[in-house]
């Protein structure tokens, strides 16, 4: 990774994002091709929250995926990518998981390994579940609760098994009292005093204190089941053991994954995968726009990361194949984030000086405008979740007065921070997402209005837990400021902004809370809101959390996330789902009879 300085190909890069903007414009408004006639595509944002080709279906085939970044690991307990718990669900069950429905029904959780959704005593704080008959790995040995609870507890292995969310060990052992499996003393390495199983088929969670969304966390593919003698602990990664209705067969990182049928998976057994193709498999691109031309082509069926197409496959595509696109709103919101460790950034007046200084309009035309963009983002808490406000909560006037920057207040702010003539700092951004290329560039020049002069380093996106995830990285490069984006977990403000916001899930390699927020009362209002049952007070404590979030000026949003996605005409059974953000519901994807 080098830093790179950006000036010419700034001005190209915003062009482009004007021409995306302006064709999507004109798709808002029904202009062009619908692509249906072309290509025999369902039509334009036909698979959004709705079902495409259901009865065209078949058995076999290859499903094939393509990408330009691999997951950051395909590990069930360190995989943190929206698109690898999207995918996961081919080769790793858990006693839960989401419905295989479009919409807001593919939220709702269903039973997996279980039987049913658990019985819940003692106040909230103890769960049973019972495993149904069936259930296999892939050698044929049955699924038992020890395996369930043997991947859980490894949850608690951040040393060695850094990157994933860590919502269980702190629900079942938020003193951290257990060492994880590989300190265990214990013979069988079974030591989670937290979890009970007095047989194979059974299984209880003992929490310290009710939480409110603690089933939520039993559907997170870090509540997989491991198998003990299969774990390979840091290379598990690399050829997990597959409890689910696919395996792999080969894994090339960086550049190749192929599944194939897990032969010993039974259907029986397993009431919410279909699995349509004989093979599922995913090559990887180190350009996007050569990725999206390909899936333009029809050699490929879908984009595996899910975040949209760049802007050079947008124009291709809105011009000639309308009818093979979506426009799902996402469940994420895309933003800057300002690390406390890098000065000036320790003072909230130099942070808010670029939430001031930063033209709006201009970032939400580089994402793509307001179709493939989204709606300029006001506050940080996604309007999905219960307690998200939109864009009428707009502490900064964002959307409002100061949608194109308010320098007068930038430099009001300067002087509060002691910086009356600005000052330098680095913009960190993936290397492999044009469109955060396009955004970094639009903010580096928006602030050197205001005397903010920021370089831009690119970085490799697979290497995000390490680069922009270590704290001590991120102070030694000086990332004052990075572009990231995050969507919800589960559909809860726990579910999005405890790894965002809550000092206690601040981590060494994998962070998530970029900023460093440690806020007693922010983790205060976590706590009341995860002992709440009743709905509208767990919703007033999310908005709560999100106004002092915003007041510490920590993040500046860019946008409350669209989609613009590429679904081919040789997909069945297709549909967005808001489980994984808008994103397509990967698990019962199958290859029409049509084709």
Aim: net charge positive; charged share 20%; proline share 5%.
């Amino acid at each position: 990774m080098t830093t790179q300085r950006t000036s010419g190909r700034r001005k190209k890069a915003l062009a482009a994002a004007a021409v995306v903007a302006g064709l999507l414009t004109t798709a808002a408004c029904g202009g062009g091709d619908d692509g249906g006639s072309k290509s025999g595509a369902a039509g334009f944002d036909a698979a959004n929250n709705k079902v495409v080709n259901a009865s065209k279906v078949k058995k076999g085939g290859e499903l094939k995926f393509a990408g330009t970044q691999d997951a950051d690991s395909w590990d069930t307990t360190r995989g943190y990518y929206g698109f690898m718990w999207d995918f996961s669900r081919y080769y790793s069950r858990q006693l839960l998981t989401y419905s295989t429905a479009p919409g807001a029904d593919g939220a709702k959780l269903t039973p997996d390994l279980a039987t049913d959704t658990g019985k819940v005593t003692d106040g909230g704080k103890t769960y049973t579940f019972t495993l149904r008959d069936g259930s296999t790995w892939e050698d044929g040995k049955p699924i038992t609760s020890k395996d369930i609870k043997y991947g859980i507890e490894r949850v608690w292995a951040q040393d060695v098994l850094s990157g994933g969310p860590i919502y269980l060990q702190q629900a079942l052992d938020p003193k951290k009292t257990y060492p994880g499996p590989y300190k265990d003393k214990a013979a069988d390495h079974l030591g989670l005093k937290a979890i009970d199983t007095p047989d194979d088929k059974t299984i209880v969670f003992h929490l310290p204190t009710a939480n409110s969304d603690f089933v939520q966390m039993l559907a997170l593919t870090s509540a997989s089941p491991v198998r003990q003698d299969k774990d390979t602990k840091s290379k598990y990664g690399l050829h997990p053991f597959s409890s689910g209705p696919y395996k792999f067969e080969s894994y090339d990182p960086g550049k190749s994954l192929v599944l194939v049928r897990n032969t010993n998976w039974k259907a029986s057994s397993d009431p919410v995968r279909k699995a349509y193709p004989d093979k599922v498999s995913i090559k990887l691109f180190t350009n996007a726009n050569d990725l999206d031309q390909r899936l333009i082509n029809g050699d490929y069926d879908l984009d595996l990361s899910q975040t949209g197409l760049s802007p050079q496959g947008r124009q291709i595509a809105l011009k000639q194949h309308k009818g093979n696109l979506d426009n799902p709103v996402s469940g994420f919101i895309r933003y800057a984030v300002f690390p406390q460790s890098v000065k000036p950034f320790d003072n909230e007046h130099c942070r808010k000086a670029v939430i001031y200084g930063a033209d709006h309009v201009s970032l939400q035309t580089a994402r793509g405008g307001p179709v493939a963009g989204g709606d300029i983002g006001t506050n940080m808490l996604p309007p999905s979740v219960a307690g998200g406000e939109g864009q009428k909560y707009d502490p900064y006037e964002l959307a409002g007065a100061g949608k194109n920057g308010n320098i007068a207040k930038a430099k009001e702010e300067l002087k509060a921070c002691n910086q009356p003539n600005g000052f330098k700092t680095t913009i960190a951004v993936r290397n492999n997402k044009p469109v955060e290329v396009a955004t970094a560039q639009s903010l580096q020049a928006s602030l050197k209005k205001v005397g903010i002069n920021a370089e831009i380093y690119q970085y490799d996106g697979s290497q995000t837990a390490g680069i922009i995830g270590s704290p001590s990285n991120v102070e030694k490069k000086g990332f004052g400021i990075i572009i990231m984006g995050w969507g919800p977990d589960f559909p809860t403000v726990q579910g999005y902004g405890v790894p965002l916001w809550d000092s206690r899930y601040i981590l060494q390699s994998g962070n998530n809370n970029y900023a460093l927020i440690k806020d007693k009362t922010i983790d205060g209002l976590f706590d009341q809101y995860g002992t709440t049952l009743d709905e509208a007070k767990k919703a007033e404590t999310a908005t709560q959390i999100n106004h002092k979030v915003m007041e510490g000026g920590y993040y500046l949003p860019f946008v409350f996330e669209k989609l613009l996605n590429w679904r081919s005409s040789r997909l069945a059974n297709v549909y967005t789902t808001n489980a994984y953000s808008g994103y397509y519901d990967f698990v019962n994807l199958g290859l029409s009879s049509s084709k």
